[in-house]
């Protein structure tokens, strides 16, 4: 009887399900489905970069997607199935009562978002990360320092205080807090008391601030200095964390017959998706991977002995056993990628929808089908416009802080520029100056880690982006003047995730040996081309300095 375990992986749009054959890694049947209410553009507000999410499209999608992975299965997996883990966004939390029940489950705050689960991308705690910063800077202790010794919007601490301070209702319900990738174990176990559940090392060591050599999460003495909102919530919370081959527990009877599955079904404890992304690609010492799409997670593994007493400044922190248990989790990213090339496309499809949208000239059917072929093959087109350009004639360059900046040196009030502007500019021309500048950004992490004297002796590339688009990666790899291979599976993040699945059932002891029976190997090499390469050095530089330039600006 085959053993198979499920992965399941939440991102920015969707919940995905993949079955697994733990033997061989081959994948069974998977399912994608889409966050309802986020999908409506719900209890969002993207010109304050306000996203929120509400938690029954969590739970809603979560049994959807598995249901329908298991009715394109096979007959019998559903008793095949015997580990589940979970790898979401991060940080994504929400507050919580006393029982755990995020806020937003409860009748008087179903439509609120700051009762919500604040997704990674939401940067409305600016306030409050400057005041983290402030604060841990001239404490007894730099809280900060496992973090890049920058507390970011997008993490955990600076977004709960954000909520709590707006909403006097709300600050009286709430009662602790919990990441996304914590609440789904929590939930399909049945132990989601804030004090008792089983906490993610990756998020809290990542994104809350925790640490084992100040006892965990940062002072009660500090919390209240920060905001005396946040007096006693640290005795809500937790001390110790969990790696991901540890196991939350069981299915519950109730989850159990929601899924289709055995409540003899093991959880694990969850992680950030770009964490189970590096171990679905089968990340080892020596390896950055970086997960691309809509913004990257830039992901490496150290021995402790590389380590050696190194605090990486700027990055996103460095963590025992955040990706894999035994060796230090060291995570970096750009706070947007795909997302830059998807506003140049928004700003190109303007005119053909206002446009021809508002024609008489031609009618309703065969307008809107001209107007569906154009938005699709904008970026296309675009590509293949841009491919034809000698790097030599790359004069425009651009940064790619469109949406802040998230390493090296987290800022989120960085804003995009593109220079270099003249008459004869192109659309082609400045779609590949964005493109440029997302290598250019991407080679600013490598050499942050470089500089710091964590080796970097090959790039893994995984995401829609890697496996979809030749040039963005082969330029990519001309700036970095690094070969970079391309993970095989288009699911890496949920592959990670059954990997660990395998672990907690107790099929493979460590997580090495289940990337090493279940990886997928890679679908291609992306060589450098030395000569671009020499070139980019040169447009790399311009890159810094008119980096350096807007931060002053």
């Known amino acids: 009887m085959k053993q198979l375990v499920t992965g399941i992986d939440y991102g920015t749009d969707s919940c995905r399900a993949v079955i697994v054959d733990a033997a061989t890694g081959a994948e069974v049947a998977s399912a994608v489905k889409y966050y309802p209410r986020w999908a409506a553009g719900k209890y969002c507000d993207p010109a304050k970069n306000c996203y929120r999410q509400h938690p029954l499209d969590y739970i809603e999608t979560l049994v959807s997607s598995v249901k329908e992975a298991l009715a394109a299965a096979p007959a019998g997996t559903a008793a095949q199935i015997v580990g589940i883990a979970f790898d979401t966004t991060a940080s994504t939390p929400v507050l919580t009562d006393q029982r755990g029940v995020p806020l937003a489950l409860l009748p008087d705050f179903s439509e609120n978002p700051d009762a919500m689960f604040i997704l990674w991308k939401d940067h409305t705690a600016i306030a409050e990360a400057a005041e983290i910063n402030a604060l841990a800077k001239k404490w007894n202790e730099d809280y900060t320092l496992y973090e890049g010794g920058i507390y970011s919007s997008e993490w955990v601490w600076a977004k709960m205080l954000h909520v709590l301070r707006r909403d006097a209702k709300l600050r009286k319900a ?33 994104k ?16 209240t200095e920060l905001d005396p909102l946040l007096a006693g919530i640290r005795e809500h919370l937790f ?18 017959e929601k899924l289709g599955l055995s409540t003899e079904v093991s959880v694990a404890v969850g992680a950030a998706d770009c964490h189970f992304g590096a171990v679905g ?23 402790y002995e590389e380590m050696n007493g ?17 060796l230090i989790g060291l995570e970096a990213g750009q706070s947007a990628f795909g997302d830059i090339y998807a506003w140049f496309k928004r700003l190109m ?15 309703g059917e065969l307008k809107d089908r001209l107007i569906e072929n154009a938005l699709a093959d904008i970026i296309p087109s675009l590509t ?130 289940a990337q090493n029976k279940m990886g997928q190997g890679f679908a291609f090499v992306y060589q450098p081309d030395g000569n ?5 050095l040169e447009l790399y530089a311009k890159y810094l300095k008119i980096g350096k330039f807007t931060e002053n600006f």
């Open 174 to 206: 709430a009662y602790s807090w919990i990441e996304h990738c914590d609440w789904m174990p929590a939930l399909l176990t049945g132990n989601t008391k804030p004090e008792t559940l089983l906490r993610s090392r990756c998020a809290a060591g990542h």
């Open 208 to 223: 809350a601030m925790w640490h084992a050599s100040w006892n965990g999460l940062p002072s009660q003495a500090f919390l």
């Open 239 to 256: 001390t110790d964390t969990y790696p991901s081959d540890c196991k939350a527990g069981y299915l519950t009877k109730e989850w159990a």
């Open 281 to 303: 690609a089968q990340i080892k010492p020596g390896a950055l991977v970086r997960v691309i799409g809509t913004s990257t997670c830039d992901v490496i593994v150290a021995p």
């Open 310 to 326: 190194k605090f990486i400044p700027g990055i996103g922190g460095q963590v025992d056993g955040s990706v894999i248990p035994g």
């Open 349 to 363: 499809e303007w005119p053909v929808k206002n446009l021809i949208g508002r024609s008489t000239l031609i009618n």
């Open 384 to 513: 293949e416009a841009a491919e034809q350009v000698p790097v030599s004639e790359s004069s425009i360059i651009a940064t790619d802080w469109l949406n802040g900046r998230r390493s090296p040196d987290a800022d989120p009030l960085q804003k995009g520029t593109i220079s270099g502007l003249t008459l004869g500019t192109t659309a082609p021309l400045i779609f590949r100056a964005l493109v440029e500048a997302t290598a250019f950004g991407s080679k600013a992490i490598a050499d942050r880690f470089i500089e710091n004297g964590i080796r970097i002796e090959e790039v893994i590339g995984i995401g829609g982006i890697s496996l979809k688009s030749p040039f963005v990666m082969q330029t990519m790899a001309n700036v970095l003047g690094m070969p970079i291979k391309v993970s095989k599976s288009e699911q890496a993040c949920a592959v990670g995730a059954a990997m660990f699945a395998a672990v907690v059932a107790g099929i493979y002891d460590k997580v090495e040996e």
């Open 532 to 536: 671009a390469h020499r070139q980019y």
